[in-house]
Protein backbone atom coordinates (compact mmCIF):
# COMPACT_ATOMS: atom_id res chain seq x y z
CA UNK A 1 0.00 0.00 0.00
CA UNK A 2 1.34 3.65 -1.21
CA UNK A 3 2.37 5.77 1.64
CA UNK A 4 0.58 8.58 1.91
CA UNK A 5 2.96 11.97 0.90
CA UNK A 6 2.65 14.98 3.04
CA UNK A 7 3.15 18.92 2.14
CA UNK A 8 5.46 19.86 4.77
CA UNK A 9 7.43 23.25 5.23
CA UNK A 10 11.13 23.83 5.64
CA UNK A 11 11.27 22.98 8.93
CA UNK A 12 9.58 19.34 8.22
CA UNK A 13 6.26 20.07 9.63
CA UNK A 14 3.63 18.51 8.43
CA UNK A 15 0.90 21.57 6.48
CA UNK A 16 -1.99 21.16 8.17
CA UNK A 17 -5.13 22.61 5.77
CA UNK A 18 -8.33 24.11 7.16
CA UNK A 19 -11.00 23.80 4.58
CA UNK A 20 -14.44 25.13 4.83
CA UNK A 21 -17.35 25.68 3.32
CA UNK A 22 -18.21 29.55 2.31
CA UNK A 23 -21.56 28.67 4.07
CA UNK A 24 -19.58 28.11 7.23
CA UNK A 25 -16.96 30.34 7.59
CA UNK A 26 -20.13 32.98 6.95
CA UNK A 27 -22.10 31.41 10.09
CA UNK A 28 -23.70 32.69 12.99
CA UNK A 29 -21.72 31.55 15.63
CA UNK A 30 -18.96 32.15 18.32
CA UNK A 31 -17.00 29.87 19.96
CA UNK A 32 -14.04 30.82 23.11
CA UNK A 33 -10.32 29.87 22.45
CA UNK A 34 -9.78 26.56 23.46
CA UNK A 35 -13.38 25.42 21.26
CA UNK A 36 -11.37 27.21 18.43
CA UNK A 37 -8.36 25.14 18.91
CA UNK A 38 -10.54 21.88 19.20
CA UNK A 39 -12.43 22.84 16.43
CA UNK A 40 -10.10 23.73 13.44
CA UNK A 41 -7.55 21.00 14.79
CA UNK A 42 -10.80 18.44 13.79
CA UNK A 43 -11.15 20.22 10.30
CA UNK A 44 -7.92 19.82 9.77
CA UNK A 45 -7.95 16.08 10.21
CA UNK A 46 -10.47 15.55 7.49
CA UNK A 47 -9.76 13.24 4.14
CA UNK A 48 -11.38 13.04 0.69
CA UNK A 49 -11.53 9.55 1.21
CA UNK A 50 -13.07 9.24 4.93
CA UNK A 51 -16.02 7.69 5.47
CA UNK A 52 -19.62 9.67 6.56
CA UNK A 53 -19.65 7.85 9.56
CA UNK A 54 -15.69 8.50 10.49
CA UNK A 55 -15.04 8.77 14.19
CA UNK A 56 -12.29 11.33 14.75
CA UNK A 57 -9.32 10.98 17.64
CA UNK A 58 -8.12 14.62 18.54
CA UNK A 59 -5.18 14.40 20.55
CA UNK A 60 -4.03 16.87 23.71
CA UNK A 61 -0.29 16.58 23.15
CA UNK A 62 -1.56 17.47 19.02
CA UNK A 63 -3.65 21.01 19.90
CA UNK A 64 -0.59 21.87 22.51
CA UNK A 65 1.74 21.00 19.29
CA UNK A 66 -0.64 22.58 16.91
CA UNK A 67 -0.85 26.35 18.86
CA UNK A 68 2.41 26.08 20.63
CA UNK A 69 1.13 25.76 24.22
CA UNK A 70 3.05 26.27 27.29
CA UNK A 71 3.39 22.74 29.37
CA UNK A 72 1.20 23.77 32.00
CA UNK A 73 -2.23 23.53 29.88
CA UNK A 74 -4.34 20.97 30.88
CA UNK A 75 -6.50 18.02 29.39
CA UNK A 76 -9.37 19.31 31.24
CA UNK A 77 -9.69 22.06 28.79
CA UNK A 78 -10.13 20.20 26.19
CA UNK A 79 -12.36 17.87 28.02
CA UNK A 80 -14.65 21.50 28.30
CA UNK A 81 -13.85 22.35 24.83
CA UNK A 82 -15.76 19.09 23.36
CA UNK A 83 -18.59 19.12 25.94
CA UNK A 84 -19.50 23.10 24.99
CA UNK A 85 -19.28 22.22 21.55
CA UNK A 86 -21.60 19.68 21.70
CA UNK A 87 -24.17 21.69 22.66
CA UNK A 88 -23.39 24.78 20.90
CA UNK A 89 -26.08 25.46 17.29
CA UNK A 90 -24.11 26.84 14.22
CA UNK A 91 -26.40 28.83 12.32
CA UNK A 92 -26.30 29.09 8.65
CA UNK A 93 -28.36 31.62 6.21
CA UNK A 94 -29.10 31.86 2.85
CA UNK A 95 -31.77 33.41 0.46
CA UNK A 96 -34.80 31.98 -0.85
CA UNK A 97 -37.62 33.82 -3.02
CA UNK A 98 -36.05 37.51 -1.93
CA UNK A 99 -36.54 36.38 1.71
CA UNK A 100 -34.02 35.23 4.50
CA UNK A 101 -34.24 31.68 5.90
CA UNK A 102 -31.85 29.92 8.28
CA UNK A 103 -31.46 26.18 10.41
CA UNK A 104 -29.54 25.93 13.32
CA UNK A 105 -27.15 23.29 13.14
CA UNK A 106 -25.68 20.72 15.53
CA UNK A 107 -21.99 19.93 15.38
CA UNK A 108 -21.44 16.72 16.24
CA UNK A 109 -23.23 13.35 16.87
CA UNK A 110 -21.44 12.57 20.38
CA UNK A 111 -18.04 13.22 21.74
CA UNK A 112 -16.18 10.98 23.40
CA UNK A 113 -13.54 11.77 26.21
CA UNK A 114 -11.91 10.82 29.40
CA UNK A 115 -13.54 11.34 32.73
CA UNK A 116 -12.67 14.48 35.37
CA UNK A 117 -10.53 13.29 38.74
CA UNK A 118 -8.60 9.94 36.77
CA UNK A 119 -4.95 9.73 37.33
CA UNK A 120 -2.27 7.32 37.02
CA UNK A 121 0.74 5.97 35.43
CA UNK A 122 -0.65 5.83 31.24
CA UNK A 123 -3.05 8.70 31.70
CA UNK A 124 -1.52 10.58 28.82
CA UNK A 125 -2.67 7.94 26.46
CA UNK A 126 -6.12 8.58 27.35
CA UNK A 127 -5.91 12.14 26.94
CA UNK A 128 -7.88 12.43 23.53
CA UNK A 129 -11.51 12.98 22.28
CA UNK A 130 -13.03 10.90 19.75
CA UNK A 131 -15.91 12.91 17.87
CA UNK A 132 -18.49 11.64 14.92
CA UNK A 133 -19.20 14.75 12.73
CA UNK A 134 -22.88 15.17 13.09
CA UNK A 135 -24.68 14.10 9.39
CA UNK A 136 -25.97 17.32 9.12
CA UNK A 137 -23.03 19.60 8.87
CA UNK A 138 -21.15 17.00 6.57
CA UNK A 139 -22.22 19.00 3.33
CA UNK A 140 -19.83 22.03 4.93
CA UNK A 141 -17.16 20.07 6.47
CA UNK A 142 -16.22 16.64 4.30
CA UNK A 143 -18.63 16.92 1.16
CA UNK A 144 -16.24 20.26 0.26
CA UNK A 145 -13.13 18.15 -0.37
CA UNK A 146 -15.03 14.64 -1.56
CA UNK A 147 -17.29 16.45 -3.92
CA UNK A 148 -15.89 19.28 -5.09
CA UNK A 149 -17.90 20.98 -7.96
CA UNK A 150 -16.70 24.95 -8.43
CA UNK A 151 -19.76 25.28 -10.61
CA UNK A 152 -21.52 24.37 -6.65
CA UNK A 153 -19.13 24.91 -4.19
CA UNK A 154 -17.25 27.78 -2.71
CA UNK A 155 -14.98 26.77 0.43
CA UNK A 156 -11.92 28.73 2.60
CA UNK A 157 -8.82 27.04 3.33
CA UNK A 158 -5.74 28.15 4.98
CA UNK A 159 -2.55 26.37 6.70
CA UNK A 160 -3.49 25.72 10.29
CA UNK A 161 -0.11 27.76 11.49
CA UNK A 162 -1.53 31.55 10.49
CA UNK A 163 -4.31 31.12 13.51
CA UNK A 164 -2.01 29.47 16.24
CA UNK A 165 -1.87 32.89 17.95
CA UNK A 166 -5.28 34.35 17.32
CA UNK A 167 -7.83 34.48 19.83
CA UNK A 168 -11.48 34.11 18.65
CA UNK A 169 -12.29 37.46 17.06
CA UNK A 170 -9.18 37.74 14.79
CA UNK A 171 -9.93 34.22 13.87
CA UNK A 172 -13.19 34.59 12.53
CA UNK A 173 -11.54 38.05 10.80
CA UNK A 174 -8.96 36.47 9.01
CA UNK A 175 -11.24 33.59 7.31
CA UNK A 176 -13.19 36.03 6.08
CA UNK A 177 -10.66 37.98 5.10
CA UNK A 178 -8.63 34.24 3.50
CA UNK A 179 -12.02 33.95 1.85
CA UNK A 180 -11.83 36.86 -0.46
CA UNK A 181 -7.96 37.38 -0.27
CA UNK A 182 -7.95 36.73 -4.35
CA UNK A 183 -9.92 39.90 -4.68
CA UNK A 184 -7.57 42.29 -2.48
CA UNK A 185 -10.58 43.74 -0.73
CA UNK A 186 -13.34 42.79 1.29
CA UNK A 187 -16.66 44.99 2.71
CA UNK A 188 -18.78 43.98 5.49
CA UNK A 189 -21.49 45.61 7.07
CA UNK A 190 -21.83 46.18 10.73
CA UNK A 191 -24.88 45.03 11.55
CA UNK A 192 -24.14 41.53 9.16
CA UNK A 193 -20.88 41.51 11.52
CA UNK A 194 -22.41 41.78 15.05
CA UNK A 195 -25.35 39.37 13.72
CA UNK A 196 -22.47 36.77 12.92
CA UNK A 197 -20.36 37.20 15.68
CA UNK A 198 -23.37 37.06 17.67
CA UNK A 199 -23.11 40.06 19.72
CA UNK A 200 -26.05 42.39 18.55
CA UNK A 201 -26.78 43.52 22.04
CA UNK A 202 -23.32 44.58 22.98
CA UNK A 203 -21.17 47.53 21.56
CA UNK A 204 -23.84 49.24 20.80
CA UNK A 205 -21.20 52.85 20.39
CA UNK A 206 -19.23 52.32 16.85
CA UNK A 207 -16.10 53.49 18.47
CA UNK A 208 -16.31 50.90 21.16
CA UNK A 209 -16.76 47.94 18.67
CA UNK A 210 -14.15 49.50 16.19
CA UNK A 211 -11.67 49.78 18.64
CA UNK A 212 -12.15 46.26 21.03
CA UNK A 213 -13.44 44.16 18.52
CA UNK A 214 -12.11 45.06 14.85
CA UNK A 215 -8.91 47.02 15.39
CA UNK A 216 -8.06 44.45 17.91
CA UNK A 217 -8.12 41.65 15.47
CA UNK A 218 -6.47 43.45 12.40
CA UNK A 219 -3.55 44.45 14.49
CA UNK A 220 -3.32 40.39 15.32
CA UNK A 221 -3.85 39.05 12.17
CA UNK A 222 -1.28 41.91 10.69
CA UNK A 223 1.50 40.61 13.46
CA UNK A 224 0.80 36.82 13.15
CA UNK A 225 -0.59 35.89 9.82
CA UNK A 226 0.25 35.48 6.12
CA UNK A 227 -1.84 38.54 5.30
CA UNK A 228 -1.92 42.18 6.09
CA UNK A 229 -4.65 44.27 6.39
CA UNK A 230 -3.23 48.46 5.76
CA UNK A 231 -5.43 50.02 9.02
CA UNK A 232 -4.91 53.62 7.30
CA UNK A 233 -6.78 52.12 4.03
CA UNK A 234 -9.77 50.86 5.85
CA UNK A 235 -12.73 52.85 4.53
CA UNK A 236 -15.39 53.61 6.67
CA UNK A 237 -18.97 53.59 4.61
CA UNK A 238 -21.62 55.65 5.97
CA UNK A 239 -25.33 56.74 5.72
CA UNK A 240 -25.48 60.16 6.92
CA UNK A 241 -23.70 60.38 10.15
CA UNK A 242 -23.21 56.63 10.65
CA UNK A 243 -20.56 54.17 9.97
CA UNK A 244 -22.82 51.04 8.54
CA UNK A 245 -19.81 49.14 6.85
CA UNK A 246 -16.25 48.76 6.33
CA UNK A 247 -13.78 48.28 3.36
CA UNK A 248 -11.09 46.51 4.14
CA UNK A 249 -8.24 46.31 1.76
CA UNK A 250 -6.33 42.51 1.94
CA UNK A 251 -2.83 42.39 1.21
CA UNK A 252 -0.93 38.58 0.99
CA UNK A 253 2.44 38.36 2.45
CA UNK A 254 5.70 37.04 0.48
CA UNK A 255 7.29 34.17 1.69
CA UNK A 256 10.18 36.33 3.33
CA UNK A 257 7.67 37.59 5.87
CA UNK A 258 5.80 35.02 6.63
CA UNK A 259 8.88 32.74 6.98
CA UNK A 260 10.26 36.09 9.63
CA UNK A 261 6.94 35.51 11.34
CA UNK A 262 6.75 31.59 11.58
CA UNK A 263 10.51 31.34 13.02
CA UNK A 264 11.47 29.60 10.29
CA UNK A 265 15.03 29.82 8.35
CA UNK A 266 15.38 32.14 5.46
CA UNK A 267 17.48 31.89 2.10
CA UNK A 268 20.82 33.40 2.97
CA UNK A 269 22.66 35.93 1.04
CA UNK A 270 24.75 34.79 -1.91
CA UNK A 271 28.14 36.38 0.35
CA UNK A 272 26.90 34.67 3.46
CA UNK A 273 29.91 33.37 5.17
CA UNK A 274 32.72 35.06 2.89
CA UNK A 275 34.50 36.82 5.83
CA UNK A 276 37.38 37.55 3.39
CA UNK A 277 35.66 39.23 0.65
CA UNK A 278 34.62 43.29 0.84
CA UNK A 279 30.96 43.94 -0.09
CA UNK A 280 30.91 47.44 -1.87
CA UNK A 281 27.35 48.81 -1.02
CA UNK A 282 26.21 50.70 -4.54
CA UNK A 283 24.72 53.70 -4.26
CA UNK A 284 20.95 53.41 -3.21
CA UNK A 285 18.84 53.38 -6.55
CA UNK A 286 15.38 55.08 -6.94
CA UNK A 287 13.09 52.54 -6.91
CA UNK A 288 10.61 53.32 -9.96
CA UNK A 289 6.77 52.51 -10.32
CA UNK A 290 7.10 49.87 -12.43
CA UNK A 291 9.60 48.21 -9.52
CA UNK A 292 7.28 48.95 -6.58
CA UNK A 293 4.14 46.93 -8.81
CA UNK A 294 6.78 44.40 -9.54
CA UNK A 295 7.53 43.79 -5.73
CA UNK A 296 4.13 44.49 -4.44
CA UNK A 297 2.29 41.75 -6.93
CA UNK A 298 5.60 39.61 -8.08
CA UNK A 299 4.65 36.25 -6.08
CA UNK A 300 0.69 36.36 -7.70
CA UNK A 301 1.45 36.41 -10.85
CA UNK A 302 4.36 34.31 -10.76
CA UNK A 303 1.97 31.85 -9.25
CA UNK A 304 0.50 31.94 -12.77
CA UNK A 305 3.59 30.56 -14.43
CA UNK A 306 4.44 34.14 -15.57
CA UNK A 307 8.47 34.52 -15.82
CA UNK A 308 9.72 37.39 -13.54
CA UNK A 309 11.03 39.11 -16.51
CA UNK A 310 8.10 39.09 -18.89
CA UNK A 311 5.94 40.51 -15.63
CA UNK A 312 8.58 43.24 -15.44
CA UNK A 313 8.89 43.76 -18.78
CA UNK A 314 5.14 44.51 -18.99
CA UNK A 315 5.11 47.12 -16.27
CA UNK A 316 7.83 48.85 -17.87
CA UNK A 317 6.09 49.76 -20.80
CA UNK A 318 3.65 52.08 -18.11
CA UNK A 319 0.76 50.73 -20.06
CA UNK A 320 -0.83 49.02 -16.77
CA UNK A 321 -1.02 50.57 -13.06
CA UNK A 322 -2.13 49.02 -9.84
CA UNK A 323 -5.33 48.58 -10.61
CA UNK A 324 -4.70 46.60 -13.92
CA UNK A 325 -2.77 44.19 -12.18
CA UNK A 326 -5.23 43.52 -9.12
CA UNK A 327 -7.77 43.23 -11.78
CA UNK A 328 -5.73 41.13 -13.86
CA UNK A 329 -5.23 38.55 -10.72
CA UNK A 330 -8.84 38.60 -9.61
CA UNK A 331 -10.11 37.78 -13.07
CA UNK A 332 -7.22 34.47 -13.63
CA UNK A 333 -7.79 33.28 -10.21
CA UNK A 334 -11.65 33.18 -10.56
CA UNK A 335 -11.08 31.48 -13.93
CA UNK A 336 -8.84 29.26 -12.75
CA UNK A 337 -10.87 28.63 -9.51
CA UNK A 338 -13.82 27.92 -12.10
CA UNK A 339 -11.90 25.42 -14.39
CA UNK A 340 -12.61 27.90 -17.78
CA UNK A 341 -8.84 28.29 -18.57
CA UNK A 342 -8.46 26.15 -21.52
CA UNK A 343 -4.88 26.58 -22.31
CA UNK A 344 -1.78 28.00 -20.04
CA UNK A 345 -2.90 29.94 -17.04
CA UNK A 346 0.54 32.28 -17.45
CA UNK A 347 -0.88 33.11 -21.61
CA UNK A 348 -4.41 34.04 -19.54
CA UNK A 349 -3.23 36.25 -17.04
CA UNK A 350 -0.85 37.91 -19.73
CA UNK A 351 -3.64 38.46 -21.74
CA UNK A 352 -6.30 39.23 -19.02
CA UNK A 353 -3.88 42.57 -18.20
CA UNK A 354 -2.84 43.21 -21.85
CA UNK A 355 -6.61 43.35 -22.47
CA UNK A 356 -7.99 44.23 -19.07
CA UNK A 357 -10.15 40.98 -18.96
CA UNK A 358 -13.38 41.39 -17.23
CA UNK A 359 -15.87 39.22 -15.92
CA UNK A 360 -19.53 38.87 -14.44
CA UNK A 361 -17.97 39.06 -11.04
CA UNK A 362 -15.77 41.38 -11.57
CA UNK A 363 -18.60 43.85 -13.36
CA UNK A 364 -20.97 43.21 -10.70
CA UNK A 365 -18.42 44.55 -8.07
CA UNK A 366 -17.72 47.46 -10.31
CA UNK A 367 -21.30 48.45 -10.33
CA UNK A 368 -21.62 47.75 -6.78
CA UNK A 369 -18.82 50.14 -5.88
CA UNK A 370 -20.10 52.73 -8.18
CA UNK A 371 -23.52 52.72 -6.63
CA UNK A 372 -21.75 52.57 -3.04
CA UNK A 373 -19.09 55.30 -4.06
CA UNK A 374 -22.42 57.44 -5.19
CA UNK A 375 -24.62 56.32 -1.81
CA UNK A 376 -21.59 57.71 -0.02
CA UNK A 377 -21.26 60.75 -2.19
CA UNK A 378 -25.37 61.66 -1.68
CA UNK A 379 -25.01 61.44 2.26
CA UNK A 380 -21.99 63.58 1.86
CA UNK A 381 -23.87 65.93 0.18
CA UNK A 382 -27.06 66.04 1.84
CA UNK A 383 -24.67 66.59 5.34
CA UNK A 384 -23.50 69.86 3.77
CA UNK A 385 -27.05 70.93 2.90
CA UNK A 386 -28.43 70.26 5.87
CA UNK A 387 -25.50 72.42 8.01
CA UNK A 388 -26.05 74.97 4.77
CA UNK A 389 -30.04 75.46 5.14
CA UNK A 390 -28.79 75.34 9.32
CA UNK A 391 -26.45 78.09 9.03
CA UNK A 392 -28.91 80.34 6.17
CA UNK A 393 -31.75 79.70 9.23
CA UNK A 394 -29.41 80.94 11.72
CA UNK A 395 -28.62 84.15 10.13
CA UNK A 396 -32.15 84.49 9.03
CA UNK A 397 -32.94 84.54 12.39
CA UNK A 398 -30.19 86.85 13.67
CA UNK A 399 -31.59 89.18 10.91
CA UNK A 400 -35.37 88.90 12.06
CA UNK A 401 -34.29 89.64 16.05
CA UNK A 402 -32.25 92.95 14.70
CA UNK A 403 -35.46 94.09 12.35
CA UNK A 404 -38.40 93.51 15.32
CA UNK A 405 -35.83 95.22 18.15
CA UNK A 406 -36.86 98.15 15.87
CA UNK A 407 -40.13 97.58 14.37
CA UNK A 408 -42.32 95.43 16.84
CA UNK A 409 -45.25 95.84 14.50
CA UNK A 410 -43.29 93.55 12.18
CA UNK A 411 -44.84 90.09 13.35
CA UNK A 412 -48.59 91.40 13.12
CA UNK A 413 -48.12 92.51 9.70
CA UNK A 414 -46.24 88.87 8.75
CA UNK A 415 -49.60 87.35 10.74
CA UNK A 416 -51.77 89.46 8.28
CA UNK A 417 -50.32 88.21 5.40
CA UNK A 418 -50.48 84.64 6.69
CA UNK A 419 -54.40 85.51 6.96
CA UNK A 420 -54.62 86.79 3.63
CA UNK A 421 -52.72 83.71 1.64
CA UNK A 422 -55.47 81.33 1.36
CA UNK A 423 -53.21 78.40 1.77
CA UNK A 424 -51.83 79.51 4.76
CA UNK A 425 -55.36 81.02 5.89
CA UNK A 426 -56.19 77.56 5.71
CA UNK A 427 -53.44 76.38 8.44
CA UNK A 428 -54.52 79.05 10.92
CA UNK A 429 -57.99 77.54 10.78
CA UNK A 430 -57.30 74.22 11.65
CA UNK A 431 -55.04 74.98 14.53
CA UNK A 432 -57.96 77.64 16.25
CA UNK A 433 -60.15 74.33 15.34
CA UNK A 434 -57.54 72.03 17.47
CA UNK A 435 -57.61 74.34 19.97
CA UNK A 436 -60.94 75.28 19.84
CA UNK A 437 -60.12 79.10 20.57
CA UNK A 438 -58.36 81.76 18.07
CA UNK A 439 -54.94 81.76 17.95
CA UNK A 440 -52.80 84.79 19.71
CA UNK A 441 -49.35 85.71 18.58
CA UNK A 442 -47.18 84.01 21.27
CA UNK A 443 -48.91 80.19 19.25
CA UNK A 444 -47.41 81.62 16.41
CA UNK A 445 -43.99 81.96 18.34
CA UNK A 446 -44.62 78.06 20.29
CA UNK A 447 -45.87 76.40 17.39
CA UNK A 448 -42.28 75.14 14.99
CA UNK A 449 -44.82 75.20 11.81
CA UNK A 450 -46.72 78.82 12.62
CA UNK A 451 -43.45 80.23 13.57
CA UNK A 452 -41.66 79.00 10.21
CA UNK A 453 -44.77 80.27 8.64
CA UNK A 454 -44.22 84.03 10.14
CA UNK A 455 -40.15 84.31 8.86
CA UNK A 456 -41.16 83.14 5.74
CA UNK A 457 -43.62 86.32 5.52
CA UNK A 458 -40.91 88.53 7.64
CA UNK A 459 -38.81 87.69 4.68
CA UNK A 460 -41.14 88.29 2.32
CA UNK A 461 -42.24 91.55 3.85
CA UNK A 462 -38.41 92.93 4.25
CA UNK A 463 -36.79 91.46 1.08
CA UNK A 464 -34.45 94.21 0.74
CA UNK A 465 -33.27 93.73 4.32
CA UNK A 466 -32.37 89.96 3.49
CA UNK A 467 -31.17 90.38 0.18
CA UNK A 468 -27.12 90.17 1.32
CA UNK A 469 -28.16 86.33 3.20
CA UNK A 470 -30.27 85.61 0.13
CA UNK A 471 -27.97 86.29 -2.22
CA UNK A 472 -25.21 84.00 -0.53
CA UNK A 473 -27.25 81.16 0.79
CA UNK A 474 -29.63 80.01 -1.94
CA UNK A 475 -27.08 79.60 -4.98
CA UNK A 476 -25.59 77.21 -2.97
CA UNK A 477 -28.33 75.91 -1.86
CA UNK A 478 -30.21 74.83 -4.86
CA UNK A 479 -26.56 73.73 -6.35
CA UNK A 480 -26.39 71.33 -3.74
CA UNK A 481 -29.82 70.35 -4.20
CA UNK A 482 -29.55 70.08 -8.40
CA UNK A 483 -26.27 67.66 -7.31
CA UNK A 484 -28.42 65.31 -4.81
CA UNK A 485 -31.08 64.66 -7.33
CA UNK A 486 -28.64 64.24 -10.57
CA UNK A 487 -27.09 61.58 -7.90
CA UNK A 488 -30.43 59.62 -7.66
Do not use: C
Not at 59 to 87: E, G, T, V
Not at 403 to 430: C, S, W
Not at 473 to 487: M, S
Amino acid sequence: MARKKKITNKRGDAIKLVVKSNELVEAKYMFDVWEERFFRSLVTMISKTDEDDKVYRVWFKDIRKNFRLKSNQSYDLLRKAAKSLNRKPVYIGWTKDEFRRGREYNLFEFVDYLEEGQSGKGIEKQEYVDVKIHQQMLPFLLYVKKNFDPNETRYTSYDLRNIEKLKPYSMRFYELFKQEEYKGWRTIRIDILKDMFLITDEYPKFATLYQRVILASVKAINKYTDLTIPIEEIEKIKEGRRVVALKFPIRTKSKREVAVIRGEPIQGSLFQGLSDVEIIESEEIEETEADKLFNQFEEAVTSFGVTPSVFLRMLNSRKYNKEDVEQAIRVTKRAKFNQVITKSVSGFFINALKNKYTDEKEELEKKKQLKEEKIAKKNILKTELENLKDEFAAKVNERIKQITATDEEVTNRAILAIKQDILQATIIRMKEKDLDRSLEVEDFRQDKQLRTLVINNIVKLEAAQFKDILEHYQVEIENLEAAITALK
